[in-house]
């Protein structure tokens, strides 16, 4: 009768896909593949199954490369029955499979934390996606495509590149923290060379479930998540908007106006608490050394979800019908 009743909760609700975010650790490696264009044509130049990767930093943020550009992403949890225990999940589109991995056999004394991979990222996030035109120009007909032997010279890289490809940027991030996954240099490693590496092992892969209904008390949980979340997306979007006006600096005042302009009208528009001073204002020098306390305020509030998603996994555990 009991199992009946709880099966209630997401009998008529659909199957999706989905990640265990219970079981991801910050630096864990999600790849991934999707049926765009650009995932097949990866995929085939690649002779791989998977043509994406993102860096854990922790549950419930990524850190990785796309068309918006290098960013921290927020996850939003769901609560999905699977095999009889309910599970804190990431819902995948149909399309989509993800595969997430661990390195292995890291130093004891190396401990990969949310703060310390912020910390060795933080440089790298919020430039714009590289130009694919140049991504083309790392491809080669050889054993299958392979990426090209760019030139390493660090002043060419960061001319041809704003940022960097998803694959580039997790090894660039390891190195921060002070682990080489390669021998090779960052810009010759592809989402391939992730997946097949001998220093990575699988832990687990999207699966099917379904969504459950849920009481007050976990809607409560959720909604505090989310609160949470919202501020963080807030420091993130400043720190955004404070890089990018670092990179207006060498343009003319007009351009960098403009740029205030539109922020602060999206910044009005959402509800967000700051504003950009025009470019020639005496303010604007103190606006840019914010950049080191949005940092903060990024890690303490994430920090906070990491809390509060604990407190969520020990209220989970009342959905379950495999008892």
Request: proline residues 2%; charged residues 25%; aromatic residues 14%.
């Amino acid at each position: 009768m009991t199992f009946r009743r709880k099966t209630q909760n997401f009998r008529n609700r659909e199957i999706n896909k989905y990640i265990d975010l219970r079981f991801l650790n910050p630096g864990d490696i999600f790849l991934s593949r999707s049926r765009s264009l650009i995932s097949l044509l990866i995929r085939f130049s690649t002779f791989s199954s998977v043509s994406h990767a993102a860096l854990v930093v922790s549950p419930l943020i990524l850190f990785e490369s796309t068309g918006e550009g290098v960013e921290y992403v927020i996850i939003s949890p769901k609560i999905v029955m699977h095999k009889g225990n309910a599970k804190i999940a990431f819902q995948l589109s149909k399309e989509d499979n993800y595969f997430v991995f661990r390195v292995k056999k890291i130093n004891e004394k190396i401990s990969i934390t949310t703060k310390k991979i912020i910390d060795a990222t933080y440089t790298l996030a919020f430039y714009n996606y590289p130009d694919v035109s140049e991504f083309f120009k790392t491809l080669r007909f050889g054993i299958g495509f392979v990426y090209s032997k760019l030139p390493i010279s660090k002043k060419k890289y960061l001319h041809l590149y704003d940022g960097c490809f998803c694959s580039w940027l997790v090894v660039d991030s390891y190195k921060k923290l002070g682990i080489q996954l390669f021998k090779k240099e960052s810009n010759q490693i592809t989402p391939a060379q992730l997946l097949r590496s001998r220093k990575t092992k699988r832990i687990q892969k999207s699966f099917e479930a379904k969504e459950i209904k849920i009481d007050d008390v976990t809607k409560n949980i959720i909604n505090n998540i989310h609160e949470k979340m919202k501020i963080i997306s807030n420091e993130l979007f400043k720190a955004k908007i404070i890089t990018k006006i670092n990179k207006f600096q060498f343009r003319s005042s007009y351009f960098g106006d403009k740029f205030a302009e539109r922020i602060n009208s999206i910044s009005e528009k959402e509800g967000w608490d700051f504003s950009v001073p025009l470019f020639n204002d005496t303010q604007m020098e103190q606006f840019l050394f914010q950049q080191e306390n949005v940092k903060c305020a990024i890690i303490r509030y994430s920090d906070s979800i990491e809390n509060i998603f604990n407190e969520l996994l020990a209220d989970i555990k009342k959905y379950n019908t495999n008892i």
